[in-house]
């Protein structure tokens, strides 16, 4: 069975390691070896063990009929995105880390597949190592949904943990870059796009019924002070980024934000790249998966083990629960949440008016000037349009009940 | 496809429930319904709805060739295991939470349904609701597991939950009971004969090579005390339960004892009746799977999902690496722990003497009379020669690094 890597990069030489680390492994439940016969690079790696195996030529990847199963690690849509439908529709199954093209195309290219008697598959685009796709597809089909929580994004998470600690923003920040956590442009990470992209593919497997990314509100770190943190501590609570799926009456709500989040929820208890994700089903009750969100050979295991997925049931399809039909959006009223919000001390007599007399008011040890309270569990659209009533809104964060 | 249940207690009543709650889920995935057509038990069931299903004759439903998977819901080993065997030989599919039959004969039962293309899937054996099983078929076949750590007994994790919180075990084990948790003869689940046959299972299914709870050195909860929550408290550390696999060279080793457990660590988070289970692969690190360990709806769910896998495939066998070549047993020289010991205070030279100079003495707020230490790593044999060496041992707990 020989296999293709596209992209030489963190996940795709982490792909590379795992076939040649647990060669043996592998063969012994294949039944066959798993033999790497090429990586797709523009650049040259000279002295690398695998140097023979580099093209830069797609199409003679394509051409090697011997070729069943590519890992598309290229990241990015184009031309992640062309190179996956040619596979596929040549009858090659394709496994992928790439979240921007699953959430994105997914569903066309899980129906191509099907067409084509081959698989396209992604455990590794949601969560690194942790295998938390697949139940979705397998032993959770006959769950209905009802919440998915996460934290989905290792470098943030690492920067709210290091800001939990002391650090500003920039240093954090900083320090990710440095430990090779956070990209030189950390946009996608730090704004929520990767977690927004993440979460579109939970909501959309958890509920059978696309959700694309566009539609989904996200709001990012970058807003986060020590202030916050300041507030959160006194009070008992860390701040995570997370990404919240609700499915109820046919509908499917998503969205991206900070939370403040109870101290004993185990979500708190998700440190520095680590992920995790709470799936909640009307007969299972709560499961929590946790583990590694980042490193490359963690998300290169979660890959490989959709490529002898895809080896053992070479022509045939491995059903995934990505479908075309899309979901229908739930409404803005009926998405409910908690709300920290912070407005200057001038604007309390407002602030009482605007969100009722059921608002908590918060302290913080060291900060002056300000009121900060938490509210009931409004709608989105209601919090929406009591924040527009109000002057001097400082910052606001969601509560995790 | 018509699927029967053997016992209509909590599992089989649960699994009822599951069939009927999510029939229009479970038909959509099955492209079928899932209709059950008998329930087996001793007992009569007026006014239930299912009252009309309930014989106690199990060649009825064996007769019934269009029962196509069966759940084995009745626990113990006799007759489950005739019963199993019988219907395995006839091509049916049997899903089970019965850990004791698992544990004893799996092994056997999986290799006479793959002879009869049929499937023996035990999902809910080990972790109640969580999908924690069929990784070690699937996802993680290719990983070189070398440790599983887990609390897999919800009734004791409830005990000690409840004594952390100021109970004596008398009190908190009566809680237990009052509350469902634990049976009127408690010993399989505090003397941890049940954590043992799903360490055994774990055991099994990491290293595809079989393990016998017979082989695995077990402790329970009964000889704990206030004192031992006492020092734990004062030096951060909860107490738990714990199931331990270490794979090396070859070798499995087992284990289930008491440990403390580092407050910072994710199995201290779990109270109550969860389970949690930490695996670590040599290419993934850890990855932790959280939930419900017990309850009648999380578990049956898992054995539905188990039905539904069975069903897809009937015909074909299902495969899980579980298999009869008996695992080398690692020696108790290599199995390695720091542990926590109490003697009497005329005992600490001795101490000293027996454990080396680089125990670490322990503290805590409201005991007198005795010393306490915690060891450096030293090997299950070097521990037990040097405790027989030592007077007047108080208690000992394990410790997790």
Known sequence: MKVAILGYGTVGGGVATVLEQNEKKIAQYLGEDMTLAHILDLRTFPGDRNEDLVTDDFEKILADESVRVICEAMGGLHPAY?????????????????????????PELVQLAKDRHCSYLFEASVGGGIPLLRPFSTTLMHERITRVTGVLNGTTNYILTRMEEGDAFETALLRAQQKGYAEKDPTADIEGIDACRKTAILASL????YVSPDEIPTEGITGITSVDFDYARTNGYAIRLIGQVTLTGGAT???VAPFLVPEEHPLAGVHDVFNACIVHGNMLGNVMFFGPGAGDKATASAVVSDMLDAALHDGSHVFVNLTNVPALRMDDEAMMNRFFVRVDETAKNAAVRAFGEDITFMEARSVRGEWAFITPKISEQAFRDALHSLDEVRGYLRVLK
Request: aromatic fraction near 4%.
């Open 206 to 209: 958890a509920g059978g019924a």
């Open 82 to 106: 062309e190179f996956t439908k040619k596979a596929l529709d040549k009858g090659i199954s394709v496994c992928t880390s790439n979240k921007e093209l699953v959430s994105t195309h997914g």
């Open 253 to 255: 709500g998503a969205l």
